[in-house]
C-alpha cells in the first residue's frame, strides 16, 4: 500500500537508523529511493528480528541534488519541508539597482556570501545572484559607475541584503518583486545528506523476515 510521504512521517516519526540501498530513474521528473531499515511503524512484537524497507516515490520533480558513497547512505534525516531556502527560487524575486557609486564590493561580495551560504543556507552558488558575472569585473562595475545592476535574488535574499547595502552608504532601489507565487505543492525531500524539490512524494513500506515478506 502506498502512503503520503508526509503524513506516514508525521503518524511514525523514524526512531533508528536508516541506509538507502538504492536511487534510480526512470524520467527527468521522476526519481526513486530505497531505504533499509528496521521496521519502527510496527508493533515492537513485529518489528522483532524483521527488517523493513521503505521505496519512497518521488514525482514532478524540478531539481535534486542525489549525494552517493557510503558516508551519504547512511540516512539521519527523512524529511518533507514545505518552508525551506531551497524553495525561494521557484518563489518571488526582485532586483536590486544602485545609483551611486559602492564605496568597497569586495567587502559586500564576501559579506553577502556568507550571508546566503552560512545564514541563509540557501544552498545556491553565490555567484548565481550576479548572473554569473566575474567577481572583479562586477566589483569595478558598481565601484566605476553612478547607475548599475547589483544583483537579482529571491524576495527574502533581497530583504536580508538591505542592511549589507547600507554599510556601503549605496543609494540603491528594489525593483520588483516579480508577479510569480510560488508553488504551493513544491516540497523539499531531505534523504540523508540528499534532497529533491517534487511535487509529491510517495512511500511504500514492507516488512520482511526469514519466512515472508509482506508490504503494508
Known amino acids: 500500500m502506498r502512503y503520503d510521504l508526509a503524513e506516514f512521517l508525521t503518524l511514525h516519526p523514524p526512531d533508528t537508523d536508516m541506509r538507502v540501498s538504492e536511487w534510480?530513474?526512470?524520467d527527468p521528473r521522476r526519481a526513486d529511493c530505497v531505504?533499509?531499515?528496521?521496521?519502527?511503524?510496527?508493533?515492537?512484537?513485529?518489528?522483532?528480528?524483521?527488517?523493513?524497507?521503505l521505496?519512497?516515490?518521488?514525482?514532478?520533480?524540478?531539481?535534486?541534488?542525489i549525494r552517493?558513497?557510503?558516508?551519504?547512505n547512511e540516512v539521519e534525516d527523512l524529511e518533507v519541508l514545505t518552508s525551506h531556502p531551497l524553495l525561494w527560487t521557484y518563489g518571488r524575486h526582485s532586483a536590486i539597482y544602485g545609483n551611486s557609486p559602492m564605496r568597497d564590493p569586495l567587502r559586500f561580495f564576501a559579506q553577502f556570501a556568507d550571508l546566503v551560504q552560512q545564514k541563509?543556507?540557501?544552498?545556491?552558488?553565490?555567484?548565481?545572484?550576479?548572473?554569473?558575472?566575474?567577481v572583479a569585473t562586477w566589483a569595478t562595475r558598481v565601484a566605476e559607475n553612478r547607475s548599475y545592476h547589483i544583483l537579482s535574488a529571491p524576495t527574502p535574499v533581497i530583504e536580508a541584503t538591505k542592511p549589507l547595502l547600507d554599510a556601503q552608504d549605496v543609494?540603491?532601489?528594489v525593483v520588483g518583486p516579480s508577479r510569480r507565487d510560488p508553488?504551493?505543492?513544491?516540497?523539499?525531500?531531505v534523504i540523508g545528506e540528499s534532497w529533491v524539490i517534487c511535487g509529491r512524494a510517495d512511500?511504500?513500506?514492507s516488512i520482511m523476515n526469514e519466512d515472508t515478506a509482506r508490504s503494508e
Request: glycine share 4%.
Open 120 to 134: 541563509l543556507r540557501t544552498e545556491r552558488d553565490v555567484q548565481s545572484y550576479f548572473a554569473y558575472e566575474a
Open 203 to 205: 512511500v511504500e513500506v
Open 68 to 72: 552517493l558513497g557510503w558516508r551519504a
Open 55 to 65: 521505496t519512497i516515490a518521488l514525482n514532478e520533480v524540478a531539481e535534486s541534488e
Open 171 to 173: 543609494e540603491y532601489v
Open 35 to 53: 531505504i533499509e531499515t528496521s521496521p519502527w511503524w510496527v508493533t515492537a512484537a513485529e518489528r522483532r528480528g524483521a527488517n523493513g524497507r
Open 24 to 26: 534510480h530513474s526512470s
Open 183 to 189: 508553488d504551493p505543492d513544491l516540497k523539499v525531500v
